[in-house]
């Protein structure tokens, strides 16, 4: 009896250990003498229906805003935007955040040169993004640049935004895309007369861009902190806290309606 | 010969230490396979989707963000960019890096298991193969019989060898058989990149290639067998250098975990790349990680592991052989 045993496990063993040296060999083989062959370039994707009539999809772009960073819970307006949605329509609602925190128009102009992106907005229904705050205030230490740097800064965002809504109407026809303009994260201190003036011009320049295409929408939030601005505003001073993100996300939600029922 | 090693397999499956490795093993692949399915799960709840290319740039977009973030390490930071290129290969290839399915999860099994879980297996078997001998005094009986000393050391070193071919097939068998249950035991044809290339940085993929997944875990496996022959010789050494079963493992194990931890910090310290134990993660090499330190490729990593292999054993034959036993 255990004669067998033992006899069976070493005859297994011996086997195993054949079957490991081939591995071995193979991988030998492989890595070291195999000529490389990349795989086909061509992304041949099968073709997507489009997704699931009742289901609403929404793809969200952009910068640290979009991600949500500030807001402790993390959902960012799109969350609240999101819990709104849910009060309006029984429809699922599916959300894929794309936003990079720290990114500028050129960023997401990169991005979404990208297939998967592109198969993702193709899907969508509804697009919001924010972009735009890292090209005027660099990284938070904002407007120290002359109106000069200023408007050069503003120049080639102006051309990266508008390719940035060819590219997205190009992709997908049909979704309303909602473009989020920037608010005045330094409308509490000194020269805030002067930040204003520029934020507005920019939020004044970047809608007029968005008006040359068809249902993409600017929506405006310079309004909403510039009272209290502190009360709205991450102890960073410039990304927007929950309550923040809270009123963005409602005033987002506010202008979605579902009342054709065939909304698309 | 054959009768040596038939008497010394003998005594390893009279101690039982294989059935215990196997017991162990099935706990750890059952745990491990509700961990992943558990993953799986919550995935696709946060996304509402299953479809594996949203998923997929989930996790690159989630990279990116944390990349952008300033309190991260700079070897974290170029282990995230690797991962995150190669994430976009599979992307724009059309590829499932990670489709479910059982040998999905046997080859992230053998891919972490690799250098620490797997090595300490063989050391079970290897620990007191010699030095039990020593300290039970049996070692007298073995060596007054008309063979030669060499003979007696070399059938050991065969019935460990044996074992180690065991252990992994029965990791090999189990894993696979545990995770079907949950993932399905489809997928043994999933397509697989390999030949990606970490510089710095940058992932040259030059040398990008396709391989089945069977091929693919076969090839790991081959890798881990390999490891663990080579942690198996070490460790044989030790146990005809050291009386103490007690002692070897407490070496070895001191070891391994160094190496585990050494991993993660020897990126500034060149020289540490010929030590034995930051070589164990093989794996990493096909499936494109970044190593611990630049410059480590597979050839080398194999190089280093063989020559510390042949070293023990060439040390331990000698010993063995030129030694007084009392």
């Given at each position: 009896?255990?004669?067998?045993i033992?006899?069976t496990i070493?005859i297994v063993?011996v086997?195993?250990?054949i079957?490991?040296?081939?591995g071995?060999?193979m991988?030998i083989?492989?890595?070291f003498?195999s000529?490389?062959m990349?795989?086909a370039d ?12 009742r289901e609403i999809?929404?793809v969200?772009?952009?910068?640290s805003l979009t991600?949500?960073t ?5 959902k ?10 849910r009060?309006k ?9 794309l936003?990079i925190?720290?990114?500028?128009s050129?960023g ?11 198969r993702?907005?193709k899907l ?9 705050g890292?090209?005027?205030f660099?990284?938070g ?20 935004l508008d390719?940035?809504?060819q590219?997205?109407r ?10 989020i303009?920037?608010y005045?994260?330094?409308s509490?201190l000194?020269?805030a007369?002067k930040t ?9 320049a970047s ?6 295409y ?10 909403l ?22 009123r963005?996300?409602e005033?987002?939600a506010s ?5 054709e029922?065939d909304k698309? | 010969m ?7 397999m003998?005594?390893i499956v009279?101690?039982k ?6 017991a162990i093993?099935?706990v750890?692949v059952?745990l491990?396979t509700?961990a992943q399915y558990?993953r799986v799960?919550?995935?696709q ?6 479809d594996w290319r949203t ?9 990116q963000n944390?990349l952008?973030?300033?309190s991260?390490?700079?070897?974290w930071?170029?282990y995230?960019q ?6 976009q290969?599979y992307?724009?290839h059309?590829?499932n890096p990670?489709?479910?399915g059982?040998p999905?999860f046997?080859?992230m099994?053998?891919?972490n298991?690799?250098?620490l ?5 063989v ?8 030095s039990?001998?020593a300290?039970g005094?049996?070692?007298?009986l073995?060596l007054?019989r008309?063979v ?6 070399l059938?050991?070193y065969?019935a460990?060898?044996l ?5 992994l ?9 545990i995770?079907?249950?949950v993932?399905?035991y ?6 697989l990149?390999t030949g ?7 992932l040259?993929t030059a040398?990008?290639?396709?391989l089945p997944?069977?091929?693919?875990v076969l090839i790991e496996?081959?890798l ?6 080579v942690v198996?010789?070490?460790?044989f ?5 050291v009386r103490?079963?007690?002692a070897v493992?407490g070496i070895?194990l001191?070891a391994l975990?160094s190496g585990a931890?050494?991993s ?6 060149h020289?540490?790349?010929y030590?034995f134990?930051?070589?164990l993660?093989?794996?990493?090499y ?5 190593p611990p330190i630049?410059?480590?490729t597979?050839g080398?990593s194999m190089?280093?592991l063989?020559?510390w292999?042949?070293?023990a054993l060439?040390i331990?034959?000698i010993?063995f052989?030129?030694?007084d036993i009392?």
């Amino acid at each position: 009896m255990r004669r067998g045993i033992v006899s069976t496990i070493t005859i297994v063993s011996v086997l195993a250990g054949i079957l490991w040296i081939s591995g071995l060999a193979m991988t030998i083989q492989d890595q070291f003498f195999s000529t490389a062959m990349p795989p086909a370039d061509t992304t041949k994707y099968t073709k997507e229906k489009k997704a699931d009539s009742r289901e609403i999809y929404i793809v969200a772009l952009g910068d640290s805003l979009t991600r949500g960073t500030g807001d402790e819970s993390g959902k960012g307006y799109v969350g609240y935007m999101v819990d709104q949605l849910r009060k309006k329509t029984t429809k699922p609602i599916r959300v894929t955040n794309l936003a990079i925190k720290g990114q500028r128009s050129d960023g997401l102009l990169k991005q979404l040169g990208q297939t998967e992106i592109q198969r993702q907005l193709k899907l969508a229904n509804i697009v919001v993004m924010t972009i735009g705050g890292n090209d005027l205030f660099q990284g938070g230490e904002a407007l120290r640049l002359t109106p000069k740097q200023i408007e050069q800064a503003k120049d080639s965002y102006l051309r990266n935004l508008d390719r940035i809504f060819q590219t997205i109407r190009r992709v997908n026809k049909d979704a309303v895309v909602f473009y989020i303009g920037l608010y005045n994260p330094f409308s509490d201190l000194g020269d805030a007369k002067k930040t204003s003036a520029i934020v507005r011009q920019w939020n004044f320049a970047s809608a007029e861009t968005a008006a040359r295409y068809p249902n993409i929408i600017a929506v405006p939030t310079f309004d909403l902190f510039a009272l209290h601005v502190n009360d709205y505003l991450y102890s960073d001073h410039f990304h927007p806290n929950k309550d923040g993100y809270k009123r963005i996300g409602e005033r987002v939600a506010s202008l979605i309606t579902f009342t054709e029922g065939d909304k698309k | 010969m054959s009768n040596l090693v038939y008497n010394e397999m003998l005594k390893i499956v009279r101690k039982k230490r294989l059935w215990v490795i196997v017991a162990i093993v099935a706990v750890l692949v059952a745990l491990f396979t509700y961990a992943q399915y558990k993953r799986v799960q919550e995935m696709q709840e946060r996304l509402g989707t299953t479809d594996w290319r949203t998923q997929l740039q989930q996790q690159i977009i989630d990279a990116q963000n944390r990349l952008n973030s300033s309190s991260i390490s700079d070897e974290w930071r170029k282990y995230l960019q690797i991962r995150l290129k190669q994430q976009q290969y599979y992307l724009e290839h059309d590829i499932n890096p990670s489709a479910p399915g059982a040998p999905t999860f046997m080859r992230m099994f053998i891919e972490n298991a690799i250098d620490l879980f797997l090595p300490l297996l063989v050391m079970v078997v290897a620990a007191d193969l010699v030095s039990s001998e020593a300290s039970g005094g049996t070692i007298k009986l073995l060596l007054t019989r008309p063979v030669k000393r060499g003979a007696v050391l070399l059938s050991k070193y065969i019935a460990l060898l044996l074992s180690i071919s065991f252990i992994l097939l029965t990791v090999a068998f189990l894993s696979y058989f545990i995770s079907g249950a949950v993932f399905g035991y489809e997928g043994w044809r999933l397509p697989l990149l390999t030949g990606f290339v970490a510089q710095g940085e940058e992932l040259n993929t030059a040398n990008v290639h396709m391989l089945p997944q069977w091929k693919y875990v076969l090839i790991e496996l081959g890798l881990a067998w390999f490891v663990c022959i080579v942690v198996g010789t070490l460790t044989f050494m030790l146990s005809v250098l050291v009386r103490s079963t007690a002692a070897v493992m407490g070496i070895m194990l001191a070891a391994l975990i160094s190496g585990a931890i050494l991993s993660n910090m020897v990126s500034s310290w060149h020289s540490a790349k010929y030590l034995f134990m930051v070589n164990l993660r093989l794996t990493d090499y096909i499936s494109g990680t970044a190593p611990p330190i630049e410059g480590m490729t597979l050839g080398f990593s194999m190089t280093v592991l063989a020559v510390w292999g042949l070293a023990a054993l060439a040390i331990s034959f000698i010993v063995f052989t030129k030694r007084d036993i009392y």
